[in-house]
């Protein structure tokens, strides 16, 4: 089985985003349109883990100084058919462990089309992607309502967040430092965005 235990330092949050969804307040002072940059993003079921052995849980939230501990409790762990991986830390040092199933649901290249200022989310960038088809990111939102899904942006686990209602646009977006957006849009103008 494979398991991946890597501490990623890129993105803080993901919010699963249509026009009626997203992960807490949206309003923006700036948005900007992308052009010219795609993103390989795999999606995967989360699945809640609670090893009684150990006392490692992925409803627990964790500190980037937990980690360590963590990962040696793990090493001992083997879920059948998951993988646990860590997310990007946030800006007050919390990080979440997330356990998925390997198999991908959906995994496709997109194109980011606008990158907006988020004063709601601490002055991080959210930017913004559709899936070309439309009509299974509806299907994997209203099957998994309630439930968490991992999104993975170029390989990297960005968040697991709930579902709260199908998408129907093929809307999604994650939320990007701003200290970290140039790895991911190298021609942002973030001054300008923030203007």
Known sequence: MKRHLKFPALLVSIALAGTAIA???TSTTKTEKVEG?????TVCKSVSFNDSLTGVNTDAIYTVADTATINQKLLGVKPENL???WTIPGADGRIWLVAYENEPILNEKVK???ANSMPSYGGNIQVAFKFADAKKWETITQENIGKRLAL???GQLMNAPQVNTE????????SIPADKIHEYLPDLDLEKLKQ
């Open 112 to 114: 980011v089309t606008d």
């Open 152 to 154: 993975f942006v170029n």
């Open 23 to 25: 992960c807490g307040n």
């Open 37 to 41: 940059i795609e993103w390989n993003v």
């Open 83 to 85: 993988t646990i991986d």
């Open 167 to 174: 998408i129907t646009s093929g809307s999604c977006s994650v």
